[in-house]
């Protein structure tokens, strides 16, 4: 990845919360090859140590057990940190339908909580993981920042929540905060297993498996489906830009195109049958349609393009195809 930024990282103490995850261990992995030293923070409820094991043995890697719900850890994990990649979140819709008061715990105690601590430590900047389900029943598309609607399940209130306490400490404190709202991030060491796991990874291991994939609906449901080194990007773009106007607001964090489901199944076999040609024969079931789902996501970039220089090196199908076979490769 080039290094396109205006302030210089390297040599930067940066810190990523929730580490060992999907997202978060794929931002540690570029960070130490920008030069930056890198501390992860992570309790493994959900990341998992494999994803960052292959770190260790750089000097420039620090991992650090504790809980963002616990203040102390927070304040801990933030002494001598110059940026903070917030990513820790307890994810999925359906997870925080069936348990909103871990999700509240975790996405709003929690995230306040590394408010704190940053502001405390005097962090230069803290970006965060915001969420496209902040868009809520809004039905317009593409989905642009400053129209949202209400949210549709207990996630989203608590991604929108961070945006409004993100918004009080960057006004009342002066702090610089970021927020990124990813649209259906996917790729390498997104976790196929589980009760909530992701459709994409889902959906390959169940091809895999010759299994048939379910959808939830008629499969015309649609998704700015977004490969994770986009998302690499933005949060270097944002932890760089040095233009006043780009900072204390939230921005899409997407490709800016929409696949259905159907769609997305179809890719995937023809992906997945290059490597085992029985693939493209299997059948997908259809179910019921998922409670608290919004049935069509596009986002809208210009704004990350305006500010942040932002302009996405992958397309859906380039990051699919690169998926897929991180996963025959891995999940073999």
Same mark, same amino acid.
């Given at each position: /990845?080039e290094?396109? /930024?205006?302030?210089k990282?390297?040599?930067?103490?940066?810190?990523?919360t929730g580490?060992?995850?999907?997202i978060?261990?794929?931002?540690?992995?570029?960070?130490?090859?920008q030069?930056?030293?890198?501390v992860?923070?992570d309790?493994?409820?959900?990341?998992k140590?494999e994803?960052?094991?292959h770190?260790? %043995?750089n000097?420039?890697?620090?991992?650090?057990?504790?809980?963002?719900?616990?203040?102390e %850890?927070?304040?801990?994990?933030t002494k001598? @940190?110059?940026?903070v990649?917030?990513e820790?979140?307890?994810?999925?819709?359906p997870?925080?339908?069936?348990?909103?008061?871990?999700?509240? %715990?975790?996405?709003?105690s929690?995230?306040l909580?590394?408010?704190?601590?940053a502001r405390e430590?005097?962090?230069?900047r803290?970006?965060?993981?915001? !969420?496209s389900?902040?868009?809520g029943d809004?039905?317009?598309?593409?989905?642009?920042?400053?129209?949202?609607g209400?949210?549709l399940?207990?996630y989203?209130i608590?991604? $929108?929540?961070?945006?409004l306490?993100?918004?009080?400490? !960057?006004?009342?404190?002066?702090?610089e905060?970021?927020?990124?709202?990813y649209?259906? @991030?996917?790729?390498?060491?997104?976790?196929?297993?589980?009760?909530?796991?992701?459709?994409?990874?889902?959906? @390959?291991?169940?091809?895999?498996?010759?299994?048939?994939?379910?959808?939830?609906g008629?499969?015309?449901?649609?998704?700015?489906?977004t $490969?994770?080194?986009?998302?690499?990007? /933005?949060?270097l773009?944002?932890?760089?830009?040095?233009?006043?106007?780009?900072?204390n607001?939230?921005?899409?964090?997407?490709?800016?195109?929409?696949?259905?489901?159907?769609q997305?199944?179809?890719y995937?076999k023809?992906?997945?049958?290059?490597?085992?040609?029985?693939?493209?024969?299997?059948e997908?079931?259809?179910?019921d349609?998922r409670?608290?789902?919004?049935p069509?996501?596009?986002? !809208?970039?210009?704004?990350?393009?305006?500010?942040?220089?932002?302009h996405?090196q992958?397309? /859906?199908?380039?990051?699919l195809?690169?998926? @897929?076979?991180?996963?025959?490769?891995?999940?073999?």
């Amino acid at each position: /990845m080039e290094k396109l /930024m205006d302030i210089k990282l390297n040599n930067s103490t940066i810190l990523v919360t929730g580490g060992a995850g999907f997202i978060g261990s794929n931002l540690c992995e570029e960070l130490l090859k920008q030069d930056c030293k890198v501390v992860c923070l992570d309790n493994f409820s959900t990341g998992k140590i494999e994803n960052i094991l292959h770190l260790f %043995d750089n000097k420039n890697f620090k991992l650090i057990v504790g809980d963002i719900r616990k203040i102390e %850890d927070c304040q801990k994990v933030t002494k001598g @940190v110059d940026y903070v990649l917030h990513e820790a979140a307890l994810g999925s819709v359906p997870r925080s339908i069936a348990d909103p008061i871990t999700s509240n %715990d975790v996405n709003v105690s929690g995230f306040l909580n590394m408010l704190v601590a940053a502001r405390e430590a005097n962090v230069k900047r803290f970006i965060y993981a915001a !969420s496209s389900s902040t868009y809520g029943d809004s039905k317009s598309l593409p989905k642009v920042e400053d129209v949202i609607g209400k949210p549709l399940s207990p996630y989203a209130i608590t991604k $929108y929540v961070n945006e409004l306490y993100a918004d009080v400490f !960057s006004r009342t404190y002066g702090m610089e905060c970021i927020g990124l709202r990813y649209f259906n @991030v996917f790729g390498r060491r997104q976790d196929p297993n589980g009760a909530y796991a992701a459709v994409i990874p889902l959906f @390959v291991k169940k091809l895999i498996d010759h299994e048939s994939p379910v959808i939830n609906g008629d499969g015309e449901y649609s998704r700015d489906f977004t $490969y994770i080194k986009n998302v690499v990007q /933005m949060n270097l773009l944002a932890l760089s830009v040095s233009d006043k106007s780009a900072l204390n607001t939230v921005y899409n964090t997407a490709y800016g195109e929409r696949t259905t489901l159907n769609q997305l199944v179809g890719y995937l076999k023809e992906y997945l049958s290059q490597y085992d040609s029985q693939i493209a024969n299997i059948e997908v079931i259809y179910g019921d349609n998922r409670s608290g789902d919004i049935p069509h996501s596009l986002a !809208s970039i210009e704004k990350a393009e305006s500010l942040l220089g932002y302009h996405p090196q992958y397309s /859906m199908k380039q990051g699919l195809k690169e998926a @897929v076979q991180w996963y025959w490769e891995n999940l073999k």
